[in-house]
């Protein structure tokens, strides 16, 4: 879990890779259309619903951050208390870390696709462009499996590897 590990290489690395590129492509998009709003607002006919897309957009793409910021180890660590501790220490540690992120990670999921299911069944829509909501819950939920699926592998990984 932590940034002393090496980076991961393998499927699921790429497939988290694949998911940051696209989270980036999606923060793109969130921009052009912030962009084109600011500049039809300046003229009196702003975008409707500029806001939740932008929205929807940004968080899904947070969401697809994450399971390559896991793969990398570039999460934030704080260490100040294991620092000295000797390196088989650590790494049972970061190990065990990896797996409580993939539990809390794995929960959010579950509430990610609970969440989509009642949207989709409520047929839940934003406002002003009736954009269902249950896309948004499936894509990020997607997001957080995949990151928790990094973190077990990660978490596994530290587990066996050998102690110097």
Do not use: K, N
Request: charged share 15%; proline share 4%; aromatic share 8%.
């Amino acid at each position: 879990m932590g940034g002393a590990e090496a980076p991961r290489t393998g499927l699921l690395a790429a497939a988290a890779r694949g998911l940051a590129i696209a989270g980036g492509l999606l923060l793109v998009a969130a921009m052009a259309v912030t962009v084109a709003s600011v500049l039809r607002a300046s003229f009196g006919r702003p975008i409707l619903g500029d806001t939740e897309i932008v929205e929807m957009l940004v968080g899904v793409a947070i969401a697809w951050f994450m399971p390559w910021c896991q793969v990398r180890g570039a999460h934030v660590r704080l260490d100040v208390f294991t620092a000295r501790a000797p390196r088989a220490v650590r790494t049972a540690l970061d190990a065990a870390a990896g797996l409580l992120v993939a539990l809390v990670v794995s929960v959010l999921a579950w509430r990610l696709v609970q969440g989509g299911l009642d949207a989709h069944d409520r047929a839940r829509e934003t406002m002003f462009l009736q954009i269902p909501f249950w896309w948004g819950y499936g894509a990020a939920a997607l997001g957080m499996l995949l990151w928790a699926a990094a973190a077990i592998e990660g978490a596994l990984a530290g587990f066996r590897r050998p102690s110097p």
